[in-house]
């Protein structure tokens, strides 16, 4: 009988759910609720723990004294302490695509089976992507500033925006967050080319796919890069004074990202220089983003608190991946988005 550690909120909800999918595996489950605020399990309950689902309301119960939210695991460490201290530990379930928690490292190298929440927040931060472009490409960074100043400021003659049509998108990861983005970007009139080191699949709606090693030939020729890889050693500072060099005077940068992705000082002076045309970012080196930064003033700058996933279907979509992935991991196959060492 397999123990399960999740919310009291994810097992109310999810109750007949959890239930149809014991029965279909012949088995039953002992099920322990874990409150979202910061309460321990007893340590005899604790070793017990065989799977557990990291529901976004335990990942967010908790914030720190400042009023943001902490990082995994210091956010949620009543979830981590059974997890570290069972013995029989088999699998977790995280809500999000990232595993560049040093937690999660130490888990994999344990042996602990681990799959994400990969495609659960991809259609609302391509959308958020797909939003600021628009925003930096149609004349909004000067409308919203006329508008509280109460000016009747219109774009004309040399003012005017620049057609989106005809202009290239440079995707850097072209996953679910990519994948989404593509067709989007397309429709608008961009041609998008995508950056990984998988080949091209028929069902890609970009109209090239380069392998990493190809982005420096790349850069003098896009107008917007998007960056929306995982942070790895690869890819951190991937983007940095050397890069930004390389693109052409007036590129827009957008980072879905992770904030090491981006040199942050350097991207600072691509934008004081005006060498950069704008960037839209989502993610910074250090979160919050400090209040003396000067990107929160920049006028062709918008930024946003890691939060372009934002959307009240989130915790559903991460939900179903699990309950999924329960049922998959009880029949003994493979698991959507498991991480791979």
Known sequence: M??????????DEHA?????????NATTFNLVRLATNIEYLPEDVASTIDIAYLSRDIRFGSVSHSGHYAPVPEAC????????????FKWLQIPSAGIDRPIYSELLERGIRISTG????????AQT??????????????WQPAQRAHQWDALRD????????????VIVGVGSIGGYTAPIAKALGLKVIGVRRSPKRADDAVDEIVPPSELDRLLPTCDWLMLCCPLTDETRGLMNA??????????????????PVVVEKDLIAALESGHLGGAYLDVFDVEPLAPESPLWDMPNVICTPHNSSASDGNDRRAGEIFLTNLDRYLKGTPLVNEVRL
């Open 77 to 88: 460490p009543h979830f981590f302490d059974p997890v570290e201290k069972s013995k029989g």
């Open 242 to 259: 050397r890069r930004f060099a390389l693109m052409k005077k007036g590129t827009h940068l957008l980072n879905v990202a992770r904030g």
């Open 158 to 169: 040399e003012r005017a925006p620049k057609d989106l049509r005809g202009q290239t998108l």
């Open 16 to 24: 007949a759910r959890l239930d149809a999918i014991a029965k279909a």
């Open 118 to 125: 990969a495609g659960t927040h991809a259609e609302p931060i």
């Open 129 to 142: 992507a797909i939003g600021a472009i628009l925003m930096l490409s149609r004349g909004f960074m000067s």
């Open 2 to 11: 397999p123990t399960l550690m999740m919310s009291h909120k994810f097992i």
